[in-house]
């Protein structure tokens, strides 16, 4: 099981979760996704502890209480869903033409 922690601060750091979590048990755990543009933090992160009833604890005591100037969303993160391939990826479907030049190719 793994723990969804949302509304974080961009400040927050994997150790500053660390040190939450460990209040309710051992954090085996920390993923800190940050944007691959800027690699800010996102405001989300993922916890995992040794068992389901450290993570129970957890997410009853901070689901919804103020940290780091933010109310926490803590919940039981959900799986992730497949994408579809269908709108995204490959060569077709947005149908942006090149138009004019006469014919020439740089490539």
Do not use: C, H
């Amino acid at each position: 099981m793994s723990i969804y922690v949302g509304n974080l601060s961009y400040q927050v750091t994997e150790e500053d979760l660390k040190t939450a979590f460990a209040e309710y048990g051992k954090v085996s755990r920390v993923q800190l996704p940050t944007d691959r543009e800027t690699g800010r933090v996102r405001g989300f992160a993922f916890v995992e502890m040794e068992t389901d009833s450290q993570e129970e604890a957890a997410i009853q005591a901070l689901d919804g209480a103020e940290w780091m100037g933010r109310d926490l969303k803590v919940n039981k993160a959900k799986p992730r869903e497949e994408r579809s391939g269908s709108s995204r990826g490959g060569w077709g479907g947005n149908n942006r033409g090149g138009g004019g030049g006469g014919g020439r190719s740089r490539f």
